[in-house]
């Protein structure tokens, strides 16, 4: 807050007597906080004699204490007008400017304050505070550390560079801020609040819920302060007691939307429904407004949330959550994170409501891979799997088998040279499948999710293939495909022939850059978000990738990353193609089973804490429900190759056919070993997608044609391989050129 200080100056030039007498009067008035009487003096003066600008100043002052600013400004306006260099009539002018949220002006008039009169503490922090709104944080923490040099050392002064620092990351730097503020003024509310929303920063929740009490204890009358509390309670999955925070902030101020808004989400978390209603009702009566809240994906939500599920109409319920996730893309900018956990969390226990079971426990998941702390989405899961249990107990039901490639409906090419062809297929089952066999031979390549790979040697003619699935309740199934093949004929080229698909088709990119890490004793990186700018702009320009369609993550946190992957995965179909793209740090470690698992690591991790990377496992459950006919995942990181499983021979050159078959891909700059900051896996991926000439160019040739460059110019083995249980069959993206 500024401090307005205005000095009444009486005249002692020889001017009428009245005007004189009607400005002292003015002054005892305003001594007397009687604002409305000086400036009815004030006025008087001017209009007996308007050349003297301390009576438009006078009045200024006077208007300000009634928080007419507009009225503030016209008379400090007129001051300066009849002396531009007036003595601080500049930076009061800011002030007011401040007031009216001009602060481009304000900060005009501060500069011009600074540069004619001497040196204020109390100028470089109002200047500061300006810097600060217009998010100029390195101005503002140079004026604050020269209002420190420059006057006392005050409490608020540590507060509010405190808050600066936070803004530019210095984490440390700004707790001793608010450290020394609490040293220097036990009894300052901000300063813990503050501290606190530092430390919501730094995921420490605890923290914040122990700061937010104490400056609750302080000042029990700021609403925000209970509010705040309560999102943390929420991020550790105590909606309980965030509903007690958020009653609390609604009884002092119930006219702030956010509160409701909060309030309804945290009622649907803990299955409160009904009350969840009455507070949308008093959210309407009231016509309150919540920022981006108010838009599609709220009131879907909201009404699933108030009206479908009371009423137990959980297909509308369904249809409601579904429209809320699509419209999320749309507004996602403008809500707060963990709105599109809310849906998932919903959509979970609708999904259970349903007995649609396996889909229940796939959302859990993905909202779990969002934010683990969810303990409503952890209780809704065990419930899901308690009834999975009992129904796989029970289980009488053979497995569903299909076969995906070859295509019986269709003709297959068998080459003389090579007669193996891969077939490729998927056993369904609740319980889970054991075994898989094709005439008899055990299929080796089986995965969690049924999808089982191999190679067999066909004849021309007609070939029975009979597949056996053994669900792991002992239930077995047979069925019999029948492939007719012929001598496949020998050509000199391979047509580049157009795409079936090729205008309904669409291209979407995620590009994730993790650059400057909040953890200190993890090093930044110089040039992940450069080489994702360059990626980006290639794929605009020589590709058929709309700058709509591509979304831009640069130093974002595991939530964010893991919420815009998720939740475009949900919301694509089976024309649509997407690539992720990550550059940063990444790990690996091995688990109790000695299997290894890989981890990317972004900005917002703590190192050694693995709950705070994204794992493999959190990538596959984002990626394993997703409609998309190709994902491509591209990681520039150390031990990528963690994300992958072993990749069998291609299912053929025709781009036609890559493309019609679904594809879950990792291409890797290294397997497990680390790799560099400056990465000629990315220098040549760049290169080769730029240089390309080819129409239609896939995820697999891409590759192929810079793996040998990589090898023979860095230490590093790059990979290209199907991501492990997620619904790869063969297939291959495919870049389009323009």
């Given at each position: ?611 705070s990377y994204i794992s493999a496992d959190d990538i596959n459950k984002a990626l394993k429900r997703s409609n998309a006919r190709h994902i491509l995942v591209i990681a520039d990181a150390c031990f990528s190759g963690a994300f992958t499983r072993s990749l069998l021979p291609d299912a053929g050159k025709a781009i036609q056919k890559q493309y019609n078959m679904t594809s879950r891909k990792v291409m890797a700059s290294g397997n497990m070993e680390p790799v560099p900051d400056n990465s000629k896996f990315l220098f040549y991926l760049k290169k080769s997608l730029k240089e390309n ?46």
């Open positions: 807050m500024f401090l307005v200080i205005f000095s009444f100056c009486f005249i002692l030039i020889t001017l009428g007597q009245s005007a004189l007498e009607y400005n002292s009067l003015g002054a005892a008035k305003y001594k007397k906080q009687d604002y409305a009487g000086a400036i009815e003096d004030f006025t008087k003066a001017i209009t007996l004699d308007a050349s003297y600008p301390n009576f438009f100043c006078n009045r200024a002052v006077a208007k300000y204490k009634l928080d007419d600013y507009k009225g503030a400004l016209a008379d400090w306006n007129k001051a300066v007008s009849i002396d531009p260099n007036f003595r601080n009539v500049y930076y009061n002018r800011a002030n007011t400017e401040y007031a009216l949220k001009d602060y481009e002006g304000a900060l005009a008039d501060y500069n011009r304050a600074v540069t004619t009169g001497p040196e204020q503490s109390d100028l470089y922090s109002s200047r500061a505070l300006t810097k600060y709104a217009l998010k100029d944080y390195e101005g503002a923490l140079a004026d604050y550390n020269k209002a420190l040099s420059t006057g006392p050392e005050q409490s608020d002064l540590y507060v509010n560079r405190g808050r600066a620092k936070a803004q530019l990351k210095d984490y440390e730097g700004s707790l001793a801020d608010y450290n020394k503020a609490i040293r220097m003024d036990p009894n300052e509310p901000n300063a813990f609040f503050h501290r606190g929303m530092t430390k919501y920063q730094l995921k420490d929740y605890e923290g914040v819920i122990i700061d937010c009490t104490e400056a609750i204890r302080l000042n029990p009358k700021a609403a925000g302060f209970y509010n705040s509390r309560a999102i943390a309670y929420t991020k550790l999955g105590k909606y309980d007691k965030a509903i007690l925070d958020y009653e609390a902030a609604i009884l002092i101020n119930p006219d702030v939307g956010t509160f409701y808004t909060n309030m309804i989400s945290s009622l649907v978390r803990t299955f409160q429904f009904e009350k969840a209603k009455k507070y949308y009702s008093k959210f309407q009566e009231k016509k309150l407004t919540d920022g981006g809240e108010n838009g599609r994906v709220y009131l879907y939500y909201v009404n699933a949330a108030t009206e479908d599920v009371p009423s137990k109409n959980y297909e509308q319920a369904l249809s409601n959550l579904n429209m809320a996730a699509l419209a999320y893309g749309d507004e996602s900018k403008k809500l707060s994170q963990g709105r599109y956990s809310n849906i998932l969390a919903l959509k979970g226990y609708v999904l259970l409501q349903m007995e649609r079971y396996a889909d229940a426990e796939a959302v859990l998941q993905q909202a779990l891979s969002i934010n683990a702390m969810q303990t409503d989405v952890e209780r809704t899961l065990t419930d899901v799997k308690s009834r999975i249990a009992e129904i796989t107990a029970k289980d009488r039901t053979a497995p569903v088998i299909e076969l995906l490639s070859p295509q019986v409906s269709r003709n297959l090419e068998v080459g003389t040279d090579d007669p193996k062809t891969q077939v490729i297929g998927r056993a369904k089952d609740l319980s889970g499948i054991l075994s898989v066999s094709i005439n008899n031979n055990p299929v080796a390549k089986l995965e969690d999710d049924g999808l089982f790979i191999t190679e067999l040697v066909l004849k021309p003619g007609v070939n029975e293939l009979i597949i056996k699935a053994t669900d792991k309740q002992g239930n077995t199934s047979n069925k019999t495909f029948s492939v007719t093949c012929a001598i496949a004929k020998k050509a000199n080229a391979v047509p580049d022939n157009p795409l079936l698909v090729e205008v309904s088709q669409k291209y979407y990119a995620i590009l994730i850059a993790e650059k400057d890490y909040d953890d200190t004793s993890i090093p930044d990186l110089e040039n992940p978000v450069k080489d994702a700018r360059d990626l980006g702009a290639i794929l605009m320009n020589n590709y058929t990738f709309g700058a709509a369609n591509i979304d831009t993550l640069y130093n974002r946190t595991r939530e964010e990353i893991m919420q815009s992957i998720v939740q475009r995965c949900n919301t694509l179909t089976e024309n649509d193609n997407l690539v992720i793209f990550y550059a940063g740090h990444g790990t690996a470690e091995k688990d109790r089973f000695g299997d290894v698992d890989g981890y990317w690591i972004p900005v917002s991790a703590k190192k050694g804490l693995t709950a000439t080819q129409k239609y160019l896939s995820a697999k040739d891409l590759f192929d044609g810079f793996y040998k460059a990589i090898i023979s110019n860095s230490d590093n083995l790059p990979q290209y391989a199907a991501i492990k249980n997620v619904g790869d069959e063969g297939g291959e993206f495919i870049f389009i050129r323009k």
